[in-house]
C-alpha cells in the first residue's frame, strides 16, 4: 500500500492549489484519511482529517481549507484558498488502511508535497 501526494507549486499569497493524495496497492478498506504539513525549520502539525462522515480542521486553515475524499478512487483532497506565505510547508498527507491480508488497519503517510506561497 502506497499514498502518493501531489499538487504542490509556487502560488502567490491570496491564490489556491488543491492537494491530491491517492492511495494504491491491495487496499480492503480506509477509514480517516488525513492533511498535515510541517514548514522550514519547524515541527509537522495537523491541518484536517476526514471520517466517512466528519471533518475536522485545525484553527489555522479552518474557513480556508476544505478536505475531501473520493471513496470510489481512494483518493484524498484538500482544497487550499486564499493562501498565505505562512502556509508554505512541505504538506503531508496519511491515511488509516486496512492492506488486503493484514487482518487490521494501520498508518501510512505520503511522501509530501512542497507548497511555496510567495508574498
Known amino acids: 500500500v502506497q499514498l502518493q501526494a501531489s499538487g504542490g507549486g509556487l502560488v502567490q499569497a491570496g491564490g489556491y492549489l488543491r492537494l491530491s493524495c491517492a492511495a494504491s496497492?491491495?487496499?480492503?478498506?480506509?477509514?480517516?484519511m488525513a492533511w498535515y504539513r510541517q514548514p522550514p525549520g519547524k515541527q509537522r502539525e495537523f491541518l484536517a482529517t476526514?471520517?466517512?462522515?466528519?471533518?475536522r480542521y485545525a484553527d489555522s486553515v479552518k474557513g480556508r481549507f476544505t478536505i475531501s475524499r473520493d471513496n470510489a478512487k481512494n483518493t484524498l483532497y484538500l482544497q487550499m484558498n486564499n493562501l498565505k506565505p505562512e502556509d508554505t510547508a512541505v504538506y503531508y498527507c496519511?491515511?488509516?488502511?486496512?492492506?488486503?491480508?493484514?487482518?487490521?488497519?494501520?498508518?501510512?503517510w505520503g511522501q509530501g508535497t512542497l507548497v511555496t506561497v510567495s508574498s
Open positions: 496519511s491515511a488509516t488502511i486496512w492492506a488486503s491480508g493484514s487482518g487490521s488497519f494501520r498508518g501510512y
Open positions: 496497492g491491495s487496499i480492503f478498506r480506509i477509514s480517516d
Open positions: 476526514i471520517s466517512s462522515s466528519n471533518t
